[in-house]
């Protein structure tokens, strides 16, 4: 069975910090692509990145930057120098296989302060 | 270049009525999924068509169907509504649905049943 795994429920931080979500993925799978969606209170999911299974090299994009630990199905993302704007819920999504369906984490609330 | 749009957003029905919503993917996307969120279940995936075939289906009773036309739009529909159907319907669409590709979703529909 696939699980996927947000423990923080909540962040909050002051605007400027640096923040990390984290997100587990346990599956038996061994290719799988996940994605990271951020929902502000307006509803819509919006699409951050995507990272593959096979791939553990560290990436940076702007403020945004992600790390993957095969070795603990460990995708981390980091926002650096927070804004009020990033204040949102955020989503990791891993789909592998042949299922077509995302599987969605429980989300971590991010709040920055300003 | 448009994006997903969902119709209508706002919704109030009356239980044991029946509802459908409509969602026009992005222009050449040819997947559409189906996403249902509450605050207690999180996001969960309903269905998803590819060529107005419906390649997988999430654990819903059978109340909830689908369907998508040879433009791509799709339509799901609810019928008997129970109190437990208020959510959040998401819609998202991606060029072929496939594991590594990132998919695009609509505002929502929100529906509440009294």
């Known amino acids: 069975a696939q699980k996927v795994t947000q423990a923080q429920t909540e962040i909050s931080v002051v605007e400027k910090e640096d923040v990390t979500l984290d997100c587990v993925y346990e599956t038996r799978d061994t290719t799988y692509y996940l994605f990271w969606y951020k929902q502000p209170p307006s509803g819509e999911l919006v699409f951050l990145i995507r990272r593959n299974s096979f791939d553990e090299q560290n990436e940076i994009s702007g403020r945004y930057s992600w790390n993957f630990q095969k070795s603990t199905s460990s995708f981390n993302f980091t926002i650096t120098a927070s804004q009020v704007v990033d204040s949102a819920v955020y989503f990791c999504a891993p789909r592998g296989g042949s299922n077509y369906k995302l599987t969605f984490g429980k989300g971590t609330l991010l709040t920055v302060n300003p | ?114």
């Open chain 2, 1 to 114: 270049k448009a994006g997903v749009t969902q119709t209508p957003r706002y919704l109030i029905k009356t239980r044991g009525q029946q509802v459908t919503l409509s969602c026009s993917p992005i222009s050449g996307h040819r997947s559409v999924s189906w996403y249902q969120q509450t605050p207690g279940q999180g996001l969960q995936f309903l269905f998803e068509y590819f060529s107005e075939t419906q390649r997988n289906k999430g654990n819903f009773p059978g109340r909830f169907s689908g369907r998508q036309f040879s433009n791509s739009r799709s339509e799901m529909n609810v019928s008997t509504l129970e109190l437990g159907d208020s959510a959040l319907y998401l819609c998202a669409s991606s060029p072929w649905g496939g594991e590594n590709t990132e998919a695009f979703f609509g505002q929502g529909t929100r529906l509440t049943v009294v």
